[in-house]
């Protein structure tokens, strides 16, 4: 696996991560298989797959523990990657339904530790605000979140869905490592600013949902291929007009695939490393199978020409959330 830098100033990753969410928290809730995930989990650092990336809501909290069942006994080749910020404010919802955000310090303080005690280690490689509480200053969330630095309980901090004025006042108190954010052939919003800023400023940038929520692999016509309760029935891209009018996109990546002898979620995310440096993109699965075509990523070569047609693809129908 060909590597980077986590930003300018951290350590050394696989150009691709690896996103736990799936394994436990909205997607195809019934195909949980803890076996397979922990298999899959260890595979990727087998296969260079070094950042793991998870949060203490994914579930609530079943995903943190999943991730440190996997990582037993090879923490020390991850680079370990979970978020504080959000609660679930009534029931155990799936997606994003009933989910409340929370920076308050205390909080923080509280969860960093709660988090290291499910992941089963003294330290997380990265902690990040999975989103910023609008009713507490970013200032005081960020605080709390440089404090857990300075205790030794977390190697770097970043933040997650943000603009360039947040990283900024961020930055004004402690330095951002990475910024996670969607970013995909149907999600581009933040090339816009916030993807530039991170290459400038040597900040890792941290796609989340590249494949468009598995969208641009080409295996969702209709929305009958999605699992029952699954959480992307309810977005608006995953409707049945928006997925009839968004399938331009994904046979514009398939024809590029077949040209180039390789898998369509591969040429999404070879589009991705593309965007920057320290552009590291954390597509989730929970099988083998996706987890080995995912990392060939890293060996697929996009043309001046493949990007600029993969540049000039529409803006997808419908709404993310």
Same mark, same amino acid.
């Given at each position: 696996?060909?590597?980077?830098?986590?930003?300018?100033?951290?350590?050394?990753?696989?150009?691709?991560?690896?996103?736990?969410?799936?394994?436990?928290?909205?997607?195809?809730?019934?195909?949980?298989?803890?076996?397979?995930?922990?298999?899959?989990?260890?595979?990727?650092?087998?296969?260079?797959?070094?950042?793991?990336?998870?949060?203490?809501?994914?579930?609530?909290?079943?995903?943190?523990?999943?991730?440190?069942?996997?990582?037993?006994?090879?923490?020390?080749?991850?680079?370990?990657?979970?978020?504080?910020?959000?609660?679930?404010?009534?029931?155990?919802?799936?997606?994003?339904?009933?989910?409340?955000?929370?920076?308050?310090?205390?909080?923080?303080?509280?969860?960093?530790?709660?988090?290291?005690?499910?992941?089963?280690?003294?330290?997380?490689?990265?902690?990040?605000?999975?989103?910023?509480?609008?009713?507490?200053?970013?200032?005081?969330?960020?605080?709390?979140?440089?404090?857990?630095?300075?205790?030794?309980?977390?190697?770097?901090?970043?933040?997650?869905?943000?603009?360039?004025?947040?990283?900024?006042?961020?930055?004004?108190?402690?330095?951002?490592?990475?910024?996670?954010?969607?970013?995909?052939?149907?999600?581009?919003?933040?090339?816009?600013?916030?993807?530039?800023?991170?290459?400038?400023?040597?900040?890792?940038?941290?796609?989340?949902?590249?494949?468009?929520?598995?969208?641009?692999?080409?295996?969702?016509?209709?929305?009958?291929?999605?699992?029952?309760?699954?959480?992307?029935?309810?977005?608006?891209?995953?409707?049945?007009?928006? @997925? #009839?009018? &968004?399938?331009?996109? +994904?046979?514009? *990546?398939?024809?590029? /695939? =077949?040209?180039?002898?390789?898998?369509?979620?591969?040429?999404?995310?070879?589009?991705?490393?593309?965007?920057?440096?320290?552009?590291?993109?954390?597509?989730?699965?929970?099988?083998?199978?996706? @987890? #080995?075509? &995912?990392?060939?990523? +890293?060996?697929? *070569?996009?043309?001046? /020409? =493949?990007?600029?047609?993969?540049?000039?693809?529409?803006?997808?129908?419908?709404?993310?959330?």
């Amino acid at each position: 696996m060909k590597t980077t830098t986590l930003g300018a100033h951290g350590p050394s990753v696989g150009v691709i991560g690896l996103g736990c969410m799936g394994m436990t928290h909205a997607y195809d809730p019934n195909g949980r298989d803890d076996a397979t995930s922990v298999s899959v989990l260890r595979q990727a650092i087998e296969l260079g797959v070094t950042l793991i990336d998870t949060a203490d809501v994914y579930g609530p909290f079943t995903n943190e523990e999943l991730v440190g069942r996997g990582l037993a006994g090879i923490r020390d080749q991850a680079v370990l990657a979970t978020k504080v910020g959000l609660e679930l404010s009534h029931g155990l919802g799936q997606g994003t339904s009933g989910l409340t955000k929370n920076g308050r310090p205390e909080h923080v303080r509280k969860s960093i530790d709660d988090s290291l005690r499910r992941l089963g280690t003294d330290y997380v490689d990265l902690y990040q605000l999975h989103r910023v509480d609008a009713d507490v200053p970013l200032e005081e969330t960020w605080g709390a979140m440089a404090e857990a630095v300075a205790a030794g309980k977390a190697r770097h901090i970043g933040l997650s869905e943000v603009s360039v004025e947040e990283i900024r006042r961020a930055q004004a108190v402690h330095p951002v490592a990475s910024v996670q954010s969607e970013l995909s052939l149907w999600t581009r919003d933040a090339l816009a600013e916030v993807v530039p800023y991170c290459n400038a400023e040597g900040i890792a940038f941290l796609p989340f949902s590249p494949l468009g929520r598995g969208f641009l692999t080409g295996n969702f016509a209709t929305v009958d291929d999605l699992p029952e309760g699954d959480w992307r029935r309810s977005l608006p891209r995953f409707q049945q007009d928006a @997925l #009839a009018a &968004n399938q331009v996109l +994904a046979a514009a *990546v398939r024809t590029i /695939a =077949d040209r180039l002898g390789a898998t369509p979620a591969q040429v999404a995310l070879a589009w991705v490393l593309a965007q920057g440096e320290y552009v590291v993109p954390i597509p989730g699965t929970k099988t083998p199978k996706y @987890l #080995a075509d &995912n990392a060939g990523a +890293a060996d697929v *070569v996009l043309s001046a /020409a =493949d990007l600029d047609e993969l540049n000039a693809l529409p803006a997808p129908q419908g709404d993310r959330y």
